[in-house]
């Protein structure tokens, strides 16, 4: 009997134990099967904060199951907004709608009493249908412009501050959540200016607003650290002496090795963001991803030289036995397997917002002449069912895409 109890205990030792299901908080705005609509002007047709968004929701939690519809228009205005909010939005049945608009409206020029009147006139006109209809919103000021690409741009960005300035109000007054992006990204690019003021390193937007992709980075890194995503993907700490494990949102088998090295199996319940190259002069200004993106590993009592961590045979980066003791952030990994696979997500996202941004502009903004009114309606109706079916099926592979696999992990020794 006593052999059979020591064996089971050996055996739970080795078997993963997982945490607690890693969901969205209860207060985070995207729950789980939610349907999202992304609404703004060209920078929300760039598809790219708002597929960094998705990434961020899928890879983070992977088995939310979120539908993603982007409803962004070039040169837009809230005005255009609210005209089609009903066509746009609330026709695609949507639990949440983000609202981007306010960078057109401002008029790129001093600040204007009466373009703000109508701005916020129709930014209340969207918040109120919203509401009647039930819809979560998250209402953004746009993303501060850089003064260093266009010299316009140094009375513009304070225009700015004034014009978005009755939007948190607005959010309140509609039980909307307000997430002050233009605060958030000019914060960061005086960072840049007084670092970079050539903008020869550090440039989020290609003309100044429009992003390139560390401004897709920016801008996603704003609205999601402004409405407190949970920043932790998961974190390990090993011990090396004692041959145990604490873990957060993953799971491990028992370590086995000594102070020269350790190898362990380690589950997680989800991906980390795979971080891209053109991303990396960012990283200063968005708090090197620690609050958003924390893919931990932590190794104590290692003897003092150089490590090589390897993950499932494929060394992804050294580090000296201080920094393993103090804790690494693997979440900024731009190569090996679980960055692959993360890439692998985000490539299958592109595809299918290809899908998306095809349906959107070809369907449901298609205005039929008035000699096939009698059959373009039921014929466009068919149309957007059958679009819809084709992402959501894309959609559907990318929630396997994203499921986590287990990581055989390698910490050894390679110099004293």
Known sequence: MRRIVASFCLLLLTLPAYSQSNEPPKDFPFQPGNRIVWLGDSITEQYQYSTYLELYLTTRFPKAGFTFINAGIGGDTAQGGAGRFQSHVLNEKPNVVTINFGMNDAGYGAFNEASNKNYVNKTTAMLEAAEKAGVRVVLMSPNAV?????????????????????????????????????????????????????????????????????????????????????????????????????????????????????????????????VQK????????????????????????LEVGQYVVKIDGVEVGQFSHEELARGINLGNLTTGPIHAQGQEVLNAINAKNGMVHQRFRNVVMFQPPDWLADVAAERKTQELVKRMAAIDAAQTKINELVQPKPRQFLVKMIQK
């Open 146 to 274: 850089d003064p260093r690409i266009q010299e316009r741009f140094k009375l513009y960005v304070e225009t700015q501050k004034q014009f978005y300035a009755p939007l948190r109000e607005l959010a309140e007054k509609h039980h909307a959540l307000f997430v002050d992006q233009y605060a958030i990204t000019r914060a960061a690019q005086e960072k840049m200016a007084e670092n970079d003021p050539k903008a020869a390193k550090a440039k989020p937007y290609y003309d100044g607003f429009h992003t390139a992709p560390p401004g897709g980075l920016l801008m996603a890194y704003a609205i999601l650290t402004g409405l407190k995503a949970p920043a932790l993907v998961s974190d390990v700490t090993i011990d090396a002496k004692a041959l145990d494990a604490q873990t957060k949102q993953c799971a491990v088998t028992k370590p086995v090795g000594n102070n020269h090295g350790v190898e362990f199996t380690r589950t997680d319940e989800s991906l980390p963001l795979p």
């Open 278 to 301: 053109d991303w990396l002069p960012m990283l200063p200004y968005t708090d090197e991803l620690k609050n958003l993106n924390w893919y931990g590993l932590t190794v104590k009592e």
